[in-house]
């Protein structure tokens, strides 16, 4: 969000501060340098501070330290997960800006704690995102499961890619017979039911191939097309 002193910008001097175990994201304004203050007709904005040496080193200046006049938390949307808490955590939160049709569209993501590592990956992983019109929001959450990896427990896309696997090795097996698919809808179990799904919808069972109402999934299709290559069926 600095850089380059004279493009057009909409609140580019705002740096997010990705504040681990912090709920949400810190949106910090850098204090303007008194010295760029006579040439404003010169220059839009100052030029960027040099970056600290050696690589790698803090910034430890005192103008980028969160305090309540430059720095607010983002107002994210909650993802499932997020409920219990009532907030958004997500680490190394990344903001930026893009012009669309002369009017500001901001962009947030962040690093996902991926179910089966123990922490949270090295870089923003864009498996979630959120947009708004203004860092004070409204953050929309974006529908990202058309391309999220199918890695996240609890989503379509995981129950899909885990039949889509498992059925293609039995298939590969000339001693199995046949497999079975369990269970084909969703059904009520027991009040705070959950069955290990890390986003559940109590008191369902919701490993069906169609949900309660009879809606087919993703998994669905996924299950139809294998079944029907076995059966040598178009």
């Not at 930026?96 to 870089?123: H, I, K, Q, S």
């Not at 097996?173 to 079975?180: D, E, H």
């Not at 084909?184 to 705070?192: C, S, W």
């Amino acid at each position: 969000m600095t850089g380059f002193e004279n493009e057009s910008g909409v609140d580019r001097r705002s740096v997010l501060a990705g504040a681990a175990g912090l709920a949400g994201s810190l949106a910090v304004g850098l204090a303007q340098p008194a010295a760029a203050a006579s040439h404003r007709n010169s220059a839009r904005y100052p030029p960027s501070w040099p970056d600290p040496e050696p690589y790698g080193a803090a910034d430890i200046r005192l103008d980028l330290w969160p305090r309540d006049d430059n720095s607010f938390i983002l107002p994210l949307e909650l993802r499932p997960r997020d409920e219990e808490r009532g907030q958004v955590w997500i680490r190394d939160t990344y903001v930026n800006c893009f012009v669309v049709d002369g009017r500001p569209v901001y962009v947030a993501t962040g690093t996902t704690r991926a179910p089966g590592l123990p922490a949270a990956g090295p870089w923003n992983d864009g498996i979630f995102i959120w947009v708004a019109s203004s860092l004070r929001g409204p953050w929309r959450l974006v529908d990202t499961t058309g391309i999220r990896p199918a890695t996240e427990k609890g989503t379509w896309e995981f129950q899909a890619e885990f039949l889509n696997y498992h059925l293609g090795v039995f298939a590969q097996k000339p001693y199995l017979n046949g497999a079975l698919v369990w269970i084909l809808r969703d059904f009520r179990v027991k009040p705070g039911y959950d069955g290990g799904n890390p986003q559940p919808q109590a008191p369902y069972n919701q490993k069906g191939l169609v949900d309660a109402a009879g809606v087919p999934k993703p998994a669905f299709e996924t299950v139809k097309r294998l079944f029907r290559k076995e059966a040598g069926l178009p």
